[in-house]
């Protein structure tokens, strides 16, 4: 499936944003853009349509995008940008520390816009996409990773990865046993736009830690090379 037919759910109080939104995918060849201007409109939306990525205003009536985002995110792992009039570093931080793919400041330019959805869209279904082209399973320890159902299974239990976590182990385990750099990390998640996002990459191995780790505080397997990167341990 190409981008362009991708599913884009875009949430916002304000109605003329909303229909701006629109008009900019919709003349860049988006196809299928639906519109929710509260939290209650957007949740059932969401679970109707289930879209591919999700537009998300943090300032919203009655509940906020944060809030939102932590519903949506217990249903799937469906990729979120969130939208916001705050250019705040502890706001932008916060955001994409809970997972979301990416955070953008009102007002944007268009083209900015369409370039971070379609970034977006091809680094995450990239892989549901060329399935057929990756790895096979692996394993951390005793835990099995699954590339193509992004989850990590522990006897019977599995754990969902979400796309970021799942781009980071990939590249940790392609140099298996050898450090792989903070900008390499960087670079395979968010491209070429990888700068400022260091901190975030340190939530990120946290969150990573959580689920392929027995004990997240002491980590066997995902090991910092202080000063320099990440090294996933052979085993």
Not at 82 to 102: P, Q, W, Y
Not at 132 to 150: M, N
Request: net charge negative; with cysteine; proline share 4%.
């Amino acid at each position: 499936m190409e981008i362009y037919e991708r599913k884009i759910l875009a949430v916002d109080d304000n109605k003329e944003i909303l229909q701006m939104i629109e008009t900019i995918l919709k003349e860049n060849g988006f196809r299928q853009i639906f519109l929710a201007e509260d939290a209650k409109a957007a949740m059932e939306c969401f679970l109707t349509v289930q879209p591919d990525l999700v537009i998300l205003d943090i300032m919203l009536p009655g509940e906020d995008g944060f809030s939102l985002f932590g519903r949506m995110r217990r249903k799937t792992n469906v990729p979120i940008l969130f939208l916001s009039a705050k250019d705040e570093d502890e706001d932008r931080l916060f955001g994409l520390g809970l997972g979301a793919d990416d955070y953008m400041t009102k007002p944007f330019l268009p083209e900015e816009l369409v370039l971070r959805i379609s970034a977006i869209l091809k680094r995450t279904y990239h892989f549901l996409d060329e399935a057929e082209y990756r790895e096979k399973s692996f394993f951390v320890g005793i835990r099995e990773i699954l590339p193509e159902r992004a989850l990590v299974r522990s006897g019977t239990e599995e754990i969902p990865l979400t796309a970021k976590e799942l781009l980071l182990l990939e590249k940790l385990n392609q140099n298996r046993g050898r450090i792989v750099t903070f900008d390499s990390l960087c670079n395979a998640v968010w491209g070429d736009s990888y700068y400022g996002y260091e901190n975030t990459l340190m939530v990120h191995i946290r969150h990573l830690r959580e689920k392929i780790e027995e004990d997240p505080s002491h980590p066997r397997w995902l090991l910092t090379a202080r000063g320099l990167g990440y090294r996933l341990e052979k085993g």
